[in-house]
């Protein structure tokens, strides 16, 4: 028993089966290295959330809340505690023989803290009728995408039972991780449908394009729609302009065709926060205010999610020709009569359409 499988250190990315030669971070590697490092940032969003709902009122009605929630919310909840329950379960699957047993203990603790607090925060959005938040769905995105990588490798050895891989992985481990995979693309699915708190439009949104009170009628037609109502799909794929569009087809678009800016993007909004932000700074230091400094103050959070989004359309733009050349050489090898695996070409595939679309 140790920390990896005999032949897979921690930094050993290299796998040949048959006459080909894979590459991939190592299981070990994802169990001491990845998933903790997942876990570091998860406990950070998991305690500012808390902390959030913690300072907010509960639901004072008198109504069963759970009675309350949405197929979207309840669907969530199910995969929840399958994917609590998962790593409980592989505890029992891999076999105390198993050269990995300490790695893969330590990888399913890490599983098993992540989804309790998960869990946590999911009764406590419910209890205080809060829909459910961008650092769930962000956190369910990331373990997606972090059991994506051990995915592909029990999947190779479950479905084609190749020899060498042996000594990266195991029967039970492979199939722990293949079902874990699975069941995290169901908590996804829901959340990319799941809409936001629903955000009152007013006629202050329009900037008081009028003077006459049709501001706040034009607004109600836009309640619970645009893109502050938007769910994740929706904001991907511009869906809640569909309707603009297909009024700007039998019409010439007026004011009142258009939905109102986000709260965030108003004048009065955004005003508002420099002015009082400006004013906090005078008093701060009379003699020498920075406006550059009450920028970063107002704007961080902008400007720090902005380059995040910047940074991961730069890793698509650049990896997308990567990954186009890696399924032309995969067709090209199946032609000429090597060994390939349709695992392969489908995740390969994927990885060259999906990041396109969303980028």
């Known amino acids: 028993m140790g920390w990896c499988r005999d032949g897979s250190g921690i930094f050993d990315t290299g796998l040949v089966i048959g ?78 023989d198993d050269d990995s047993t300490t790695g893969a203990t330590v990888y399913n603790l890490q599983l098993l803290l992540m989804w309790s607090a998960n869990m946590a925060v999911m009764v406590l959005e419910t209890y205080r009728m809060q829909p459910r938040s961008s650092t769930l769905k962000s956190f369910w995105l990331a373990d997606l995408f972090v059991r994506l990588l051990r ?47 629903q955000v009152k439009v007013t006629g202050e949104s329009y900037g008081k394009m009028r003077d006459d009170g049709e501001d706040e009628r034009v607004a109600q037609k836009f309640e619970g729609k645009g893109e502050q109502n938007a769910s994740w799909f929706s904001s991907f794929t ?20 258009l939905h109102p800016l986000t709260p965030d993007d108003t004048s009065t909004e955004t005003g508002n926060n420099l002015l009082k932000e400006w004013n906090a700074e005078l008093e701060r230091n ?59 070409g489908v995740m390969l595939a994927a990885g060259v359409v999906f990041p396109q679309t969303v980028a």
Not at 76 to 94: D, I, M, R, T
């Open 19 to 96: 006459d080909r030669e894979r590459t991939g971070p190592s299981q070990c590697m994802q169990d001491l290295f990845i998933t903790p490092l997942e876990l570091i940032v998860v406990g950070v969003m998991m305690y500012y959330r808390v902390q959030h709902l913690l300072s907010l009122p509960p639901a004072s009605d008198g109504q069963n809340v759970w009675l309350r929630i949405g197929l979207l919310d309840k669907i969530s909840f199910l995969f929840a505690w399958l994917l609590l329950a998962q790593p409980l379960l592989s505890f029992v699957l891999v076999d105390s």
């Open 151 to 197: 995915f592909r490798l029990g999947l190779l050895h479950m479905y084609f039972d190749e020899p060498e891989l042996e000594s990266h992985t195991s029967d039970d481990r492979a199939s722990a991780d293949v079902w874990g995979f699975i069941l995290s693309c169901g908590i996804v699915l829901p959340a990319l449908f799941q809409k936001p708190a």
């Open 238 to 257: 511009f869906e809640w302009v569909t309707h603009v569009l297909n009024t700007g087809m039998e019409k010439q678009l007026s004011d009142e065709d």
């Open 286 to 344: 009379p003699d020498d205010p920075s406006l550059v400094a009450v920028s970063w103050r107002v704007y961080k959070r902008t400007f720090l999610i902005s380059g995040l989004y910047k940074l991961l359309n730069d890793t698509v733009v650049f990896v997308g020709p990567l990954l186009l050349q890696a399924l032309i050489q995969y067709v090209e090898k199946g032609g000429s009569g090597e060994t390939t695996y349709s695992v392969d």
